[in-house]
């Protein structure tokens, strides 16, 4: 039986996809380089610098900017994302997934956030759920970012079981790697058909047989 839950937080419990566009699109039109929603998709689950670097790749500006000037570029993204999240309600939670994280806690099995975002406690706080959570993992705390197993080891250890014992969710290509390399089991949550090498593949919590889920 599985001993505990490890959750991405952006795709996975709430849906910010929209708020991370907006705010990159934003950023992106002042340096004129134009994308649509399709092309965000590969922003998803990777850092902000990492994100920062694919969208000046995209736009061929990747030579422009030095450290200094691609740091500031993140903070504007930022500032504006969070301007944008002081929208964020309970309505931006996804289906299903709340009753789903009181089941497991009803349990006693242990849950934590393992997230690419540093706003994660932030939203956490806003949308009153942190103390669903026995942890938070972000970039706060690890070297690596996803697919680096680094984050989903570090979230195991600190609910102190083996990675063998968790289950991890993710709704990026980058989570479903670093739960496959870190021996956690996979569950990508996607309408699309779209993760590779997920254990299990659903669209939504709603869609999770809680009982048959911790047996895998
Ligand atoms: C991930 C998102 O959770 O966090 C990415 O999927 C985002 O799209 C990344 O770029 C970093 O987020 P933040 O809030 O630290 O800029
Ligand atoms: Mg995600």
Known sequence: MKKGMIFDLDGVIVNTTFYHFKAW?????????????SFNENLKGISRIESLEKIL???DKEKIFN??????LMAKKNDYYVKLLSK???RDIFPGVLDFIKQTRKKKIPCAIASASKNATLILERLNIKDYFNVIVDPYS???SKPNPEIFLMAANLINILPS????????????????????????????NNLVGAKLLV???KKINFEQLIMV
């Not at 450290?67 to 500031?72: A, L, N």
């Open 25 to 37: 699109q934003y950023l992106a039109k002042q340096i004129n380089i134009y994308f649509d929603i």
């Open 57 to 59: 790749i995209y736009g």
């Open 67 to 72: 450290t200094t000037e691609k740091y500031i």
């Open 88 to 90: 964020l309600s309970k």
């Open 142 to 144: 690890v070297t690596n």
């Open 165 to 192: 014992e968790a289950i991890g969710f993710e709704d990026s290509q980058a989570g479903i790697d670093g739960l496959n390399k870190a021996n956690i089991f996979s569950v990508g949550i996607s309408s699309e």
């Open 203 to 205: 669209n939504s919590f």
